[in-house]
């Protein structure tokens, strides 16, 4: 039986620093109907408060709403250079995996082999699956391997499809193990200036949530 205890995130942990006085608030929520359609965030190193948060692989994901997916590019052409980052979806318009190819791998030597692999908090959707197969089937130079830390909506039936397409495509999945974890906590989520490195803390559950999850994933594939 998995994680039966539901957190309710606060503001903060959702992605938005809390507001300790009313009228901030207000300013803010004002500010972010300007923005456009969807936002795409970007950067090298996440805050720490929504790995803990977003990563977490409980089984009921309720405030979990974004998509934060960090990458690692190795590109071996001439000169073999290995990149990486994050990219976090702000509003529900565009998703991280498709600014993914949408944003970075274009920035990638083209014509060159391009061994990538992310990090994600959950599984794509069926539509971003659907554009992570054209991708493998596009580009042959292309290899996806997708580390989850949950699986999105896999009860549904058009959903466990999307995943065994992506696998068809050569797309290799994997559900998060705590060392997997553990590696994006060093090389992806920021650590407080000034002090020493913190070591990562795992929560409770995360070994069933992640056995959970790969006997899952073992039946849907």
Not at 4 to 19: F, L, T
Request: glycine share 6%.
């Amino acid at each position: 039986k998995m994680a039966e205890k539901q957190e309710e995130p606060s503001n903060a942990q959702n992605g938005e620093p809390d507001n300790a006085e009313e009228g901030e608030g207000k300013k803010k929520k004002v500010k972010r109907e300007d923005l456009p359609p969807f936002e795409i965030v970007t950067g090298e190193r996440l805050p720490a408060i929504f790995f803990k948060f977003q990563f977490r692989n409980v089984e009921y994901s309720s405030g979990r709403n974004k998509t934060f997916l960090c990458y690692v590019v190795e590109t071996q052409g001439k000169e073999p250079v290995t990149s990486r980052g994050y990219l976090e979806d702000e509003h529900a318009a565009a998703h991280a995996e498709m600014a993914f190819f949408n944003t970075i791998l274009p920035t990638c030597q083209p014509g060159a082999r391009h061994d990538v692999t992310w990090y994600v908090s959950s599984s794509p959707c069926v539509t971003c699956a659907q554009r992570i197969c054209e991708a493998l089937r596009k580009d042959k130079g292309l290899r996806l391997t997708i580390m989850v830390g949950r699986l999105f909506m896999w009860e549904e039936p058009e959903m466990q499809a999307a995943l065994r397409s992506m696998k068809e495509a050569g797309c290799k999945l994997r559900i998060m193990k705590p060392q997997d974890f553990e590696y994006v906590w060093k090389n992806f989520v920021e650590q407080e200036e000034g002090e020493e490195a913190k070591s990562f803390v795992p929560w409770e559950d995360i070994q069933e949530n992640f056995q959970y999850y790969e006997e899952k994933l073992a039946e849907i594939l």
